[in-house]
């Protein structure tokens, strides 16, 4: 396991004080601001009849969307608490979603996953950009290694312009809002990694950008003037080495 016991312990704290009360985490926006646009990028490019991997699910809000775009859907985390609230959320949904949790820099874990489930596809929302500098190569490769030769990614990571939006929210007259106080109380870094580093990342780790865009992903936590915070992105469509098919 390559992430620190530090990291994993933050985000088992958060989720752990988190409620199942929709949209408590921060990201936790509606499928409609977030999956749903997502998807639409990414069909073109993608079969339905495969399996879709979303990597970070948290409580599932966008897996539990995905499964009923996609033949099946499957949501890990690294936080057990996470898993629990995901798992909660689909069995009072009714949601085909199945989840799991995984540690994205286990390399034998998620090779596992791929024996699996076999070449699939991959959502994945913001994660690369807070997790730890050493660890960010094993999470890129672990989207290379879920897509294999067929499946195909999608990815949206926050840029450094999402800092100056925080910074803004940081210094409202009452500080920073409550959601994203707990993001900092917890030792989570938003936005942390360089802009430049994301796109070559996913490049260095075998894949190829076949699209990609800019685009803002909304918070659900708002400025002191009542305005949503929604913070800068760029989305990636990606494929494996072997591009046809």
């Given at each position: ?13 958060y989720w752990q004080e988190t409620s199942d009360a929709p949209g ?103 994660v690369i950009h807070q997790s730890e500098p050493h660890a960010r190569v094993a ?107």
């Amino acid at each position: 396991m390559n992430v620190s016991q530090d990291y994993q312990n933050a985000w088992e704290s958060y989720w752990q004080e988190t409620s199942d009360a929709p949209g408590e985490a921060i990201w936790d926006s509606a499928p409609s601001l977030a999956s749903v646009p997502h998807t639409e990028l990414l069909l073109p490019h993608a079969d339905t009849a495969r399996t879709i991997v979303d990597l970070g699910c948290g409580n599932g809000t966008q897996t539990r969307y995905l499964a009923t775009r996609f033949a099946h859907a499957v949501g890990v985390d690294l936080s057990h608490a996470a898993v629990d609230h995901a798992r909660r959320a689909g069995e009072e949904n009714g949601s085909a979603a199945a989840f799991q949790q995984l540690d994205l820099t286990d390399t034998e874990a998620v090779r596992a996953l791929h024996t699996r489930l076999g070449d699939s596809h991959v959502y994945m929302r913001a994660v690369i950009h807070q997790s730890e500098p050493h660890a960010r190569v094993a999470v890129a490769s672990a989207v290379a290694e879920i897509i294999g030769a067929q499946g195909r990614a999608f990815v949206v990571e926050l840029t450094s312009a999402s800092r100056q939006v925080l910074q803004r929210a940081v210094e409202g007259p009452a500080g920073p809002p409550p959601k994203l106080r707990r993001v900092f109380h917890h030792g989570l870094k938003p936005a942390d990694a360089a802009d430049e580093e994301i796109p070559r990342l996913l490049r260095e780790v075998g894949m190829t950008i076949l699209d990609s865009g800019d685009t803002a992903l909304p918070q659900t936590e708002y400025m002191a003037d009542g305005t949503r915070i929604d913070l800068p992105a760029r989305w990636f469509v990606l494929a494996g080495r072997d591009t046809t098919g």
